[in-house]
Every structure is written in C-alpha cells, then in structure tokens.
C-alpha cells in the first residue's frame, strides 16, 4: 500500500473513530490493521461483520472471533475457521500476515486457527515481541520451526498441531524463559528432543505425539512442573524417560521403548493416566501400576511383559480403564478388574490368563514366547526331563543368530543336531520383532498425517507358524496362487479367522548375514501405513543341518478392490473413477510415497512404482502394493542397480545421489494416466511424447485443455483443479532430477488440487454423487506403448 494511501485510509478512519462513542477507542492504524487482516484471510464466513464501521473493542465474543482491548490497543485476537478449510489461495503471503499483525503491537494473545493459512512460519513472529500465548493449529503451515521463536521471551504457550512442520524441534525453544505449554502434535518433525528441553523449568505440557521424532529423551526429571507428557506414535526409545514425580498424564503408546519398566513408576503418586501400549517392553508386569494412589486409565497392550496376576491382587477403586491384552501374562485375572463391567473396562485378550472365553493362548504360548525374548517364564527355575526336550526343540526352531545372539545360537545347535536327526527337518521359527532392542529406524522422518489417518485398522504384526500358513493356502495349492515376479511367488490365504491375506513365498539365494536379516525383517514389521499394502507378520523356513534360511514369508493385507489402472483406463465401460477420486487416489501413492522415503533409516527409494501396483480398497483408498524390500534388495542387488532408463538417472553415482527422484518421475507416469484415461505402457519414447502433449495442453486454453484430458471427468472436473495437477505431473516428468519436485510439493499441489475441485463442486450443476459415476459412452481405450 502506498504511504499516501495509507495515510488517507488512517485519516478517515480517525474522523470516523471520532464520532464513535466506545469504552475504548481503537487506534485507527489497528482498525485498518485488522479489516487488512480480513481481506488476506480471503475474507472467512466468520469475519463478515467487519467492516470500517464496526466497534471492534466492544464485538460481542463467540466461539469463532473474540477481541480483547485494553485501552486503545487489541491485546487479544481470536480467529477460528470452518475445521474443513481449504488453504489459501496462491496470493496468500504469511509475510505479509505477519506484517500487518506487526501493526497491533501490544498483542499478548495470538489464535489463528482452521484458516487455511500455508507457507512457512515467517521469522518475523519474532517482532511481535509481547506475544504470549500463540495458536495457529489446523492450518496448512510447512517448513521449518524457526528459531526466531525463541525471541519471545514472554511467550507462555505454544500450539503449532495439526500443520506439516518438518526438520528438528529447534534447539532455541528451551530457552524460553517462561514457556509452560508447547503443543506440536501432527506434524513431520523429527530427530531427537533437543537437550536444552531439560532446563524449560516452567513446562506444564508437553504434546509431541504423532510426528517422526526419535531418540533418547532428555532428563526431564528437573522439570518439577511438567504435568502431561504426550509422546504417542513416534520413534523414540529405548529407554523410559526420566521424569519428576508430578506427572498427571503419559502416553508413549507406539514408540521403540524397551527393556523394563523403571521402579521409579511406582512412585508417581499423581499419575493419573498411562499409556505405553504397542512398544517393546519386556520382563515381569509390575501390577503395583493396578493400585497406583490416582491411577485411572492404565493400557499396557501390545507388548511382552510377563509374569502371574493372582486374583487377590489389589485394584486402586477409581480404576476405569485397563488394557492388558496382547502381552504374556499367566494366571488369573484379579478380581478387582472384573467384579465391576459396568464402571471399568478391563481389556485382557491374547495372553495366557486362565479364563472361560476363548481369547486366550495356551499356557506353553507364553513360555515359548517368552523364551524367544530372552525372559525366563515364571516359576521356570528348573528345567528337566520333558520340559528340558521341549525347550531345546524350541530353541533350535528360532533362527539363533538372528535373535539370541550367537553364543546361545551355538549353545543349541550343538544339542539339537544329536545323531537320530540323521535327516534335516523342516521347520518354520517364529518371533515377533517386537521386543528386540536396535538401533534401526532412529531418524524417521515420515511427513505426518495433516490427513488425520486415525487408526490402520490392521491387525499387530506378528509371527506365523507354517502350519498357518499352509492351511491359509491348502498347503501351498495352485488355486490359491496369484502369481511370480522378481519379488517372488504370491498367494491367497485365508486364516483361521476368516481374514484374507496375500502371502509372498521369497526364496532366498543365498545364506543372509544374521546381522542385516534381523534388521531387515525389523523394517519389514514397521511397513505399516494407510497407503501401504501393510505387512501383518512374516515366517521363515529352514534346515536344521545348517541353520540357513531357505524361504521366507510376509505376509500382507489382501486387497480386493482391484488396481488404480482398472478403476481408470480398464474399468467396467461406463463407470470409472470421478476427477475428485482420482486427486484423492494421487494424494494416497503420494503420501505412501512419504512413508517409504522418510518413515524409516534408510529410506526405501527406486520402488518401480507403476499404476499396476497401486490396489483400492473398499472405500477407494489408494494403497502401493509393490516397493523396494530391503531384504531383497540384498538378494538381488545386482538387479536393483540396473533401473529404469526413463528415470533419467544414468551413472551409479547419480542413481545414489537423487534415489528420490526416481519415484518422483514414476509418480508422474501414474499422473498422465489419472489424467488422459489411458493405459501408458512407458518406456522412455513414450513418455516423452506424452510430456510434450501435456505442455502443450497447459498452454492452451480450458477448451483445448480438455482435449488431451479422460472424456469422462471433462463434465466434473474444475480447470483450476486440473491444470494445477497438470502442472505438478509435467514437473515429475523433468528430465534432469534435480529440476523434479520434492514429495512434499507434490503432495501440496495435489491437495490444493483437491481443494479447489471440491470447492467448485459445491456450486456446480456437475456434482458427483458417488465414487463411481455414470461416464460418457464408453470408448476402448488405447495404451500407449512402443
């Protein structure tokens, strides 16, 4: 704005603030200020009061705008959009946001939230120096945290969640002189929790869950305050953090800790809440958590802890919620969990409790399992006779250089490989990686879920035994194979539970390094996302003369919707996916394609992704059903070197440099065929032919554009939308891979994509009533190939 104008603007608005009576008279700078404010905001529902005239110091409070005066100056602002907000459109600037708020500069209270706003968090937050509370959570906001926060010195509490923040939670932010609440829940942060975290003496509240951090925590014990501790779904471990005694709430479900449960747990005194479900913790349950003096929520499951419960063990009485299930416990269940079901839920499933139902393993389950982790089972002092047999037998079905070490594998070997087992015998060894302290996956960084994933909705992984598998098949039947490529044989399966499974058999040509094939399977158990094909277990086979793995099995969801080519070019004539599914089905390989690059050390790249390998489910979420297996990738590796030439990638040392890029462009080809309806069977002639079409079509105008677009969706399918989509795809498909987008830029345009064709969807007459509509007559659809 220029100075002239803006001094006009001010003059009128100091007239008209003259003749306004109010309690307190807004500064016509921070009138203009906040009108200013409105329109970069694109002018939400929620602000369509304002205008020059409106008394902002004396507007009436609702859940959506609150504006707090004191004097002449607006030291609170509170602005909350629709949940469902698309973010901004591309004129949108957060530096120019800042900018304006720079105006108001007695702000203490800053809450944007739910307003679509992108971009990076601009380091000019920083100017804003009487900021004390800041929330601008549910918004679109990406990049790095920056350090310039740290020049809040006032700054109470912090909420940044539900954003696509990525990089390192900055060192600074533990300097915070009086910083008591930081909340930074779904976004893409990761490394390690900076050790300067151990001197934030103020912090109350500290909520991290649902990121990739990983690591050793800090010593948080110091921190006398800190009251929630909310680190669910990431990666630390693997060891329990050191805490004070006044924590109220801890969650740590779904993270790598391991080991034993501290004794210092016992004396938390005021916890009220805790969850370290689904980690690795092994050794005896210590049920004094049952009777813990404030307990009320207590969820244990999904880990190896051990040990008897008797009945008469005592329950703290404001118990409500208790999940033991799916650890190894014997014995029985006290009956302080079970006298009240209509005021507690006790949740005890998958151990080995002696119970009427059905929910239970044996008892022999427990032991076994529990010797497979290196836990002696309870009232096992003495092993003899035929115990002493069985063990032994169990023992040298578990791979010992893989699991136990070598020393015990040795140990066994000599005493299974006894002068009657005069012929090899078969067997499968089982495990669950869960349990196993490593050292893999310490730097994940997998882009969180702005997607509000929620839950997987697939069972634990698991070990299976080969007479599960064999009766999932009919012992291998060929009517249950699907079939053979470089990853291996496939097969149907349907378990005992009437689950369906896809099997893959890999035969493995050589003798794998005991080191790397625990890590790998390790890896293989987290290949676990909405967007993935996900691994439910695995099994393995061999030969007990030489204790070397000949097959190996993993075992994967079964997906029966068909592939994402079948749903578009090969589909049922006359119905196919609608434009709106299609950029929903791109985001999914997109963020499938996050997962394998970020969510794990290393990453997973060059994954031959093509639009055959992509499945649908039932409710057409897109799922990659093929990627680059680090366990083959040992076995194969002469194979993996090889690659596509269309990926542009030619020397080796360029092939390790921009591995990323390689999916990037596969990404694309899966793009043009969203895009044209037709099947591109690509090599590198074809492809670039197709990008040339494409350059063209974005030149041109919407009519012409809609030329080169599927006939099916031209009648539901936004420009704007489209060309945008058009766009990103035609970048995948750069020639030089340094000129290709990250994954986190395709993912922003293809959601801006979405956005905006949902936004035009609202107000046209073309609205889509299902995932698959009625198309144009049907037309044979032509792959394009050499």
Not at 188 to 198: K, Q, T
Not at 370 to 393: D, F, Q, R, W, Y
Not at 559 to 571: M, Y
């Amino acid at each position: 704005m220029a100075v002239g104008s803006y001094s006009s603007c001010l003059l009128i608005l100091s007239m008209i603030l003259i003749l306004t009576p109010c309690a307190y008279q807004l500064q016509p700078a921070e009138v203009l200020s906040l009108l200013r404010i409105n329109r970069l905001l694109n002018y939400p529902a929620v602000l369509s009061r304002w205008n020059v005239d409106t008394d902002f110091c004396s507007y009436e409070a609702n859940p959506y705008v609150t504006i707090i005066c004191y004097e002449e100056s607006i030291t609170q602002l509170h602005i909350t959009g629709n949940k469902s907000a698309p973010p901004l459109p591309r004129s949108f600037s957060m530096t120019l946001l800042f900018a304006t708020l720079y105006r108001l500069p007695n702000l203490k209270v800053l809450s944007l939230t739910s307003l679509g706003l992108w971009g990076p968090l601009t380091g000019k937050i920083s100017r804003l120096s009487s900021l004390e509370i800041v929330n601008m959570s549910t918004n679109y906001l990406y990049g790095a945290i920056p350090k310039q926060v740290s020049r809040l010195t006032n700054l109470q509490t912090l909420i940044l969640d539900h954003n696509m923040f990525s990089g390192r939670v900055p060192d600074l932010l533990g300097e915070l002189p009086c910083l008591s609440v930081l909340s930074l829940k779904n976004n893409s942060l990761s490394g390690p929790l900076p050790d300067s975290f151990s001197s934030l003496k103020p912090l109350r509240v500290l909520v991290l869950s649902s990121n990739s951090l990983s690591g050793e925590l800090p010593d948080l014990s110091s921190l006398s305050n800190l009251q929630v501790l909310d680190l669910e779904n990431n990666y630390f471990g693997p060891r329990f953090p050191s805490l004070g005694r006044k924590v109220v709430t801890l969650v740590l479900r779904k993270n790598r800790f391991s080991g034993g449960l501290p004794a210092e747990v016992n004396s938390y005194y005021l916890l009220e809440h805790l969850d370290i479900s689904f980690n690795r913790y092994t050794g005896p349950f210590p049920a004094s958590l049952l009777s813990l003096p404030s307990i009320h929520y207590l969820s244990i499951s999904g880990n190896r802890f051990t040990g008897m419960l008797l009945q008469s063990m005592s329950c703290n009485g404001e118990l409500e919620y208790v999940d033991l299930s799916s650890n190894l416990l014997t014995g029985n269940l006290p009956t302080c969990l079970i006298s009240d079901s209509k005021n507690k839920v006790a949740l005890y499933s998958a151990n080995c409790f002696v119970t009427k139902d059905h929910s239970q393993h044996p008892l022999s389950f427990c032991q076994n399992q529990a010797l497979a982790v290196g836990i002696i089972p309870h009232k096992e002092n003495k092993v003899s006779g035929a115990k002493a047999t069985l063990m032994i037998g169990i023992m040298g079905g578990i791979f010992g250089s893989i699991f136990l070490g070598m020393i015990i594998f040795f140990s066994l070997k000599k005493a299974t490989m006894k002068p009657a087992l005069n012929k090899s015998q078969r067997s499968l060894a089982e495990h669950a990686s869960v349990g196993y302290s490593s050292q893999l996956l310490p730097d994940a960084s997998y882009i969180l879920q702005t997607m509000k994933l929620g839950e997987l909705g697939v069972p634990p992984y698991r070990s299976f035994s080969l007479e599960e598998l064999e009766a999932a098949t009919n012992n291998f039947d060929t009517s249950s194979f699907m079939g053979e490529g470089s990853h291996g044989q496939m097969y149907r399966g349907k378990l005992q539970d009437g689950s369906l499974v896809a099997i893959r058999c890999l035969k493995l040509k050589k003798a794998p390094n005991s080191q790397n094939f625990r890590r790998h399977i390790e890896l293989i158990s987290k290949l676990r996302h909405h967007h993935l094909v996900s691994a439910l277990g695995h099994g393995f086979e061999y030969y007990l003369d030489d204790s070397s793995v000949s097959r190996l099995f993993i075992v994967f969801e079964f997906v029966s919707n068909g592939t994402l080519r079948s749903n578009i070019s090969e589909g049922v004539p006359g119905e196919t996916l609608t434009w709106t599914h299609r950029i929903s089905a791109a985001i999914g390989v997109v963020k499938g394609i996050q997962f394998l690059h970020g969510g794990m050390v290393p990453g997973l790249f060059a994954n031959d992704l093509k639009i055959t390998n992509v499945l649908l489910d039932e409710h057409l979420v897109a799922k990659i059903s093929s990627y680059n297996l680090p366990i083959l990738a040992e076995d194969m590796k002469c194979e993996m070197m090889v690659g596509s030439s269309s990926s542009g990638l030619r020397e080796p040392n360029e092939r390790t440099k921009y591995m990323d890029k390689i999916d990037i462009h596969d990404l694309g080809v899966i793009l043009l065929e969203i895009i044209t309806g037709r099947p591109i069977i690509c090599n590198s002639e074809v492809v670039n032919i197709m990008k040339n079409q494409l350059q063209e079509s974005i030149a041109a105008d919407g009519i012409a554009r809609m030329s080169f677009v599927d006939p099916v969706i031209i009648n539901a399918c936004c420009d704007e939308s489209l060309k945008t989509v058009m766009e990103i795809c035609l970048r995948c498909l750069s020639k030089e891979p340094t000129q290709r987008p990250s994954i986190e830029d395709v993912l922003w345009n293809l959601q801006f994509a979405a956005q905006v064709q949902e936004s035009w969807g609202r107000y046209s007459h073309s609205s889509e009533e299902s995932p698959l509509s009625p198309s144009l007559p049907p037309q044979s659809p032509i792959a394009l190939s050499c």
